[in-house]
């Protein structure tokens, strides 16, 4: 990777608003499981979401976010952006099939593809990857 080129100004400036825009999306959303925790529980259900699944999925997306800032692990990186991009298609399904305008969906959607097609050439590859063994030197 000798011959990398640089990213420029306008790619990390772009970068770092889709970026930030999905950590904020993301924060909303586990801050908004805890605080309105019934009121979530009830429109999950409303979808035909089991009650149990509103605080694993707060979890879920802490540990997604967590993982995208570290920029540690490479393979974890993949996950969790595929994942949060799961969850925005699920969430515009689900709103849409219900008439409603998800807006968050869709700019999470937006900023998720921006972000992860980004994130590489801005703040390089991770350099492990999780749960693969470095090869033993003989």
Same mark, same amino acid.
């Given at each position: 990777?000798?011959?990398? &080129?640089?990213?420029?100004?306008?790619e990390?400036?772009v970068?770092?608003? @889709?970026?930030? /825009? =999905?950590? @904020? #999306?993301? /924060?909303? %959303?586990?801050?908004?499981?805890? @605080?309105?925790?019934?009121?979530?529980v009830?429109?999950? %259900? !409303?979808?035909?979401?089991?009650?149990?699944v509103?605080?694993?999925?707060a979890? #879920?997306? /802490? #540990? *997604? #976010?967590? &993982?995208?800032? $570290?920029?540690?692990?490479?393979?974890l990186?993949h996950? *969790?952006y595929?994942?949060?991009?799961?969850?925005?298609?699920? *969430?515009?399904?689900?709103?849409? *099939?219900?008439?409603?305008q998800?807006?968050?969906a869709? $700019?999470? /959607?937006v900023v998720v $593809? =921006? !972000?992860?097609?980004l994130s590489n050439r801005?703040?390089?590859v991770?350099p492990?990857?999780?749960?693969?063994?470095p090869?033993? !030197? !003989?």
């Open positions: 990777m000798a011959n990398r &080129v640089a990213p420029s100004w306008a990390k400036i970068y770092w608003i @889709a970026t930030l /825009l =999905m950590f @904020a #999306l993301m /924060l909303i %959303a586990i801050i908004g499981y805890h @605080a309105r925790y019934e009121g979530f009830a429109t999950f %259900a !409303s979808y035909g979401f089991p009650h149990w509103v605080l694993p999925l979890y #879920l997306k /802490l #540990l *997604a #976010l967590l &993982v995208i800032a $570290i920029n540690r692990w490479g393979n990186k996950i *969790a595929g994942a949060y991009f799961i969850n925005m298609i699920a *969430a515009t399904y689900v709103h849409v *099939a219900n008439g409603e998800p807006i968050h869709y $700019i999470g /959607l $593809i =921006m !972000s992860y097609v801005v703040r390089g991770p492990y990857d999780a749960f693969i063994l090869a033993r !030197s !003989s």
